[in-house]
């Protein structure tokens, strides 16, 4: 079992930045890729970012690219994803997710998630 935990959401105004950090602790050997989805009011549930754990593939929603960027950091066991040039449309409850297939936790299919965290965009 993987257990994920989230952190870093709140509130900041429309161009504003946001870190947000998800912290991986259990058997680590069961995950190659940790990433990012998120889900708001009424809407499905969307990827955003991922990233391999032990290749540099990293992978963007068309929706952040430019504006999002997702880094890692193995030592700690922890996967960021720094947020820029904050919209309105980016409010959403931010979810952390781990799997052994990349494909799986783009097609939000990964095996461990976490509580997620909440961010607001709004002036």
């Known amino acids: 079992q993987v257990q994920l935990a989230e952190s870093g959401g709140g509130l900041v105004q429309p161009g504003g930045s946001l870190r947000l950090s998800c912290v991986a602790s259990g058997r680590m050997l069961s995950i190659d890729s940790m990433g990012w989805f998120r889900q708001a009011p009424g809407k499905e549930r969307e990827f955003v970012a991922l990233t391999r754990l032990r290749h540099t593939d990293t992978d963007y929603a068309d929706s952040v690219k430019g504006r999002f960027t997702i880094s890692r950091d193995n030592a700690r066991n922890t996967v960021y994803l720094q947020m820029t040039s904050l919209k309105p449309e980016d409010t959403a409850v931010y979810y952390c997710?781990?799997?052994?297939?990349?494909?799986?936790?783009?097609?939000?299919?990964?095996?461990?998630r976490g509580q997620g965290t909440q961010v607001t965009v709004s002036s």
């Open positions: 997710a781990a799997d052994l297939s990349p494909l799986q936790l783009r097609r939000n299919r990964a095996s461990y």
